[in-house]
């Protein structure tokens, strides 16, 4: 395994994200963000890991993060995208909602639009959450139970959902470009879709059994009806959001809160963790379906099973690897990504080969060698 | 010693202590008047602010905690070495953030900034010093033989400067006719370092073919010096047979005058027979007392044992600082070192330095090599677990590395708890991500009071906020029956005065969490109820209504409202209750008009005492 190295940055990071490459030059990742919390000035920065940068970047151990510009936040960072090749946008522990932009030229960071308090309570702030965007729309969800949509170049707000959950919404994904997935901390998944006017979810699923908070969610990149999600007693579970009110698969992950959960952009056969027992773990599965998973026939819903056992074995077409539920067979492989205990893992993000992940040990690991 | 701006002069001050800092502000010791209103806070230790030394705080954190997880069972002889590796760690660690700090020194053009950084890169060298010098002598424990080899290194390593002059000399056009050259020789054969000696004297040998013989013999006397070798199967004594050999050959050389006729030469000659006074002539070139003690120790005496060396210690001292001066703090730490009383060593260090850092950690590193006797102090904790529930303490204060301090507790067996339990709490809970990070930790230590104070905090907040799902998920955390119970009612309130429910989603989805209590458990069937009734199921409707009231888990509050409801299902023509069932009904309407009497409505009375079905009974 090669050796990954910690970068130590005298701030605590709450979000890691790769700038997205532009497919057309098949670039490797080079540029990430990177946000802060618990400060008393917390910041985001961008990093670059790559041959890009100034020359004072020259020295200095290869592939070691090099700081590129940094900002102060108002704020602990809750999250953290990229809109597009040069802004960002975060959600603020203040309540706020700001869209950043990165001046690669001269290496300065401005501020393109602010909504502060956009996640209020009456007289207190309330942290905003979680931020999913897909330009130049954005979605936000907050301690404070709202959705609001946004658009990066409009100042008001598109629209809000008030009340749309009783209990804090931890995180938000998109599900198809008019339907939105929330998870919240009475361990409910809720789906929305945008073309209806009516502030109610469409479906609402969740596990039977304890009511246990969840924290991140993460869609396959491929087959919008998987999702997984991970809550606060680590258990990694796989839904299919068509199939109702239960998840196909549970697999136990960590031993505390997952704090993030991605499938591999362009290979969604392996999935990857991470949690506050300071662990970060790839997970993979081989898909021992004949029919490779982009030949996918119509829905053939009769043969499916309720249940989280492997379905009989003729209808493997339409069984993504992560459906099987059948851990136990060996199909599914773990591994640990991160060479020794640390702090929590508060964020990851992976792209083609390369992982950066941020821990509450103040330290910045970049893996540019992932066996996917 | 700062003079706070906070007081003019002729005023007077009042202060109160915190856990790392004073609050102080100005004041007048009347009993009317106004002072100033203004309050200043002053820091004592701005060493956890640095972002610099932040890097050191979380690194020597990791190193701490893996050497806190070495089995205990092993035998001393496998330790050892992963003991020296862990002390090298650290001392990287020390030495990456001093490269650090020289960097950021050198480029900031704040000059006050440039001091600062400058005053830590001193104190940072001086650190990494005494715990390289306590490496070799406490940890690595070199006997005689290797003991010179290992201080040989550690003064090697402080001395850098006399690689940049050798590379400045090296540089010039005619290297052997700089004005450094002789001062370089001169260093490197002070540092043992006789080979590049003899690489530079060749330059020299070229240029004056005369005094070839001269320069040979130089060369020959420089190779022959023989070094301790630890790995080889050379003894001790063998060792010292073979150097006083040399020692006399070299006596020699100086007594039949080989060397009169080159002044340099004759100095290095005399350096090699270790003369004190030529020693000292060189005061310069060593800077410092440990420098000529480690020296004098070279060319004198190479096979000197640890127990001899505070003898040897405290004459260069004196020899070397002048009788006027008085020694620095550092002096005298070295000294305790060499003397090997590291009770000593750890005291004044904690009094000359003002963070506890590198006392913490080197006490704690020496202690896993049993080092320290149990050094009982007054309130009975032991020295090490002292200076480290001081140094973490200090952490705690922090707004950000209270994390790492948590660690230090845990490994602190006597007291780490108790300072734990009473520090976790003050700790401000901003967003719900940072109280389930705490909760998390004191889940993990079993420490349920403060996870109990913590849900109930949030839980408050959420509540007072209206976010009732909030609430309850804390409650469940917490396994909070009470709260649960507050929460339920809030519910019930809230339907009481607007006929619905709110937040539907939350108490329709309540799945077990409904058992924690029986007023959540009363919610969620009563809401049941209204969902059978909707869907017009009104024989389970009407099952379960009956069950709420007998079961009495029902508020008393709430009995009217439960009578209240079942009155539609009386008065229609089909017959929703079987007798038994009207038979608890009246039951339930007398006990209830006993003790409710204020909220009984006459007009309710009357309809349910008018309705067919009592009638017929």
Redesign the interface.
């Known amino acids: 395994m090669e050796s990954i190295n910690a970068k130590y940055v005298s701030q605590k990071i709450s979000k890691t994200r790769w700038r997205p490459v532009s497919h057309s030059f098949l670039q490797q990742p080079d540029i990430f963000a990177s946000g802060s919390w618990d400060n008393e000035h917390n910041k985001i920065s961008f990093w670059s890991i790559g041959s890009h940068g100034s020359s004072a970047m020259e020295d200095g151990f290869e592939g070691e993060p090099q700081l590129l510009c940094e900002q102060k936040h108002d704020g602990d960072v809750l999250d953290l995208q990229f809109l597009d090749q040069d802004r960002i946008v975060t959600a603020s522990s203040t309540g706020a909602v700001t869209v950043f932009r990165h001046h690669q030229n001269s290496q300065t960071i401005s501020i393109a639009q602010h909504w502060a308090r956009a996640h209020h309570y009456p007289c207190d702030n309330a942290p905003c959450t979680g931020v999913v965007c897909s330009s130049p729309e954005i979605v936000t969800v907050g301690e404070d139970g709202r959705i609001i949509v946004f658009r990066a170049d409009q100042e008001g707000v598109v629209r809000v959902i008030e009340n749309a959950d009783s209990s804090t919404i931890h995180a938000v994904t998109y599900l198809r470009t008019t339907e939105i997935l929330t998870v919240n901390s009475i361990g409910q998944l809720k789906l929305w879709d945008f073309r209806q006017q009516s502030n109610s979810p469409s479906q609402i699923l969740s596990l039977s059994g304890d009511r246990v908070p969840l924290h991140c969610v993460d869609r396959h990149p491929n087959q919008q009806h998987i999702v997984a999600t991970g809550g606060q007693d680590g258990m990694l579970c796989v839904w299919d959001v068509r199939q109702g009110n239960t998840p196909f698969s549970l697999m136990e992950a960590h031993s505390a809160e997952m704090w993030e959960v991605h499938f591999h952009p362009t290979n969604p056969d392996h999935l990857f963790t991470c949690s506050e027992d300071g662990s970060l773990l790839h997970w993979e599965t081989s898909s021992h379906s004949e029919m490779p998973s982009f030949l996918q026939g119509g829905r053939n819903s009769s043969m499916m099973s309720r249940s989280a056992m492997a379905p009989a074995g003729g209808n493997q077409s339409l069984i993504s690897a992560w459906l099987s539920g059948d851990c136990s067979k060996g199909r599914l492989e773990t591994s640990h990504m991160l060479p020794s205990q640390t702090l929590s893992v508060n964020s990851l993000d992976v792209l083609q080969q390369c992982l950066v992940c941020g821990t509450d040990g103040e330290a910045i690991f970049v893996n540019r060698q992932v066996p996917v | 010693m700062q003079k706070i701006p906070a007081v003019s002069d002729g005023k007077h001050m009042g202060f109160a202590w915190g856990p790392g800092d004073i609050l102080v502000y100005e004041t007048l010791h009347k009993a009317s008047g106004s002072g100033s209103s203004f309050i200043h806070e002053v820091r004592k230790d701005e060493d956890i602010y640095s972002?610099?030394l932040?890097?050191l705080f979380?690194?020597s954190?990791?190193i701490f905690?893996?050497l806190q997880t070495i089995r205990e069972d092993l035998p001393s002889k496998s330790r050892k070495p992963q003991f020296v590796s862990i002390s090298k760690n650290y001392r990287s660690v020390i030495r990456a953030c001093m490269e650090e700090l020289q960097q950021v020194a050198v480029s900031t053009k704040d000059g006050e900034a440039a001091t600062q950084y400058g005053n830590q890169v001193s104190i940072l060298l001086a650190i990494e010093l005494i715990w390289n010098l306590c490496e070799v002598l406490f940890i690595d424990a070199a006997p005689a033989g290797s003991l010179l080899l290992h201080l040989l290194d550690w003064v090697r390593l402080h001395k850098a400067d006399v690689d940049e002059k050798a590379r400045e000399v090296l540089q010039s056009d005619s290297p052997a006719e700089h004005r450094d050259y002789w001062d370089v020789v001169v260093s490197y054969v002070l540092q043992g370092r006789l080979d590049e000696a003899r690489q530079m004297l060749m330059k020299q040998a070229t240029l004056q073919p005369a005094a070839r013989n001269m320069y040979k013999l130089m060369d020959t006397l420089l190779s022959k010096m023989p070094f301790f070798n630890p790995s080889g199967t050379q003894t001790l004594t063998e060792f010292d047979v073979k150097w006083r050999h040399w020692h006399e050959e070299v006596d020699r050389c100086l007594q039949d005058n080989s060397f009169a006729s080159n002044k340099h030469l004759e100095i290095i000659c005399k350096l090699l027979l270790g003369d004190e006074d030529i020693l000292l002539d060189h005061k310069e070139l060593l800077g410092t007392w440990y420098h000529f003690l480690v020296t004098r120790l070279l060319f004198c005496h190479p096979t000197v044992k640890p127990a001899e060396l505070h003898y040897y210690a405290q004459s260069c001292m004196t020899m070397f600082l002048d009788s006027r001066s008085v020694p620095e703090p550092l002096d005298s730490i070295l000294l305790a070192a060499f003397e090997f009383d590291i009770h000593q060593v750890i005291k004044d260090c904690s009094i000359a330095l003002n963070n506890w850092w590198f006392v913490a950690h080197l006490t704690d590193l020496l202690d896993h090599c049993k080092l320290l006797q149990s050094h009982n102090l007054h309130f009975g904790s032991n020295l090490r677990e002292f200076l480290l529930l001081e140094y973490a303490s200090g952490l705690f204060t922090h707004?950000?590395l209270w994390?790492?301090a948590v660690d230090y507790f845990d490994h602190c067996p006597e007291f780490g708890r108790v300072y734990l339990e009473l520090q976790i709490e003050r700790v401000p809970l901003?967003?719900?991500?940072?109280a389930?990070?705490v909760l998390?930790i004191c889940e993990?230590r079993q420490m349920s009071e403060q996870v109990r104070s913590i849900c109930k905090i949030m839980a408050m907040r959420a509540l007072r906020?209206?976010?009732?799902?909030?609430a309850?998920?804390w409650s469940?955390r917490a396994k909070d029956a009470a709260f649960a119970t507050l929460i339920s009612e809030r519910f019930l309130q809230d339907y009481c005065t607007r006929g619905t429910f709110?937040?539907l989603?939350?108490i329709d989805?309540?799945?077990?969490?409904m058992l924690l209590s029986d007023r959540l458990t009363f919610l969620g069937k009563y809401r049941e109820f209204h969902k059978l009734y909707e869907e017009k199921r009104f024989t389970e409707a009407a099952k379960l209504l009956l069950s709420l009231m007998t079961a009495k888990i029902a508020p008393r509050s709430f009995w009217m409202t439960l009578l209240t409801d079942a009155l539609p299902l009386l008065e229609t023509a089909r017959s929703w209750f079987n007798s038994i069932q009207k038979n608890q009904i009246l039951m339930t309407l007398t006990n209830c008009s006993f003790s409710l009497h204020e909220s009984v409505t006459e007009v309710d009375l009357q309809r349910l005492q008018k309705s067919d079905y009592f009638s017929s009974v």
Do not use: F, M
């Open positions: 972002p610099i932040r890097k979380n690194e954190h990791h905690v893996g707004h950000s994390q790492l901003d967003t719900e991500r940072k389930l990070k998390r993990q906020n209206n976010r009732l799902g909030s309850l998920s469940i709110s937040d989603d939350l989805n309540l799945g077990p969490a």
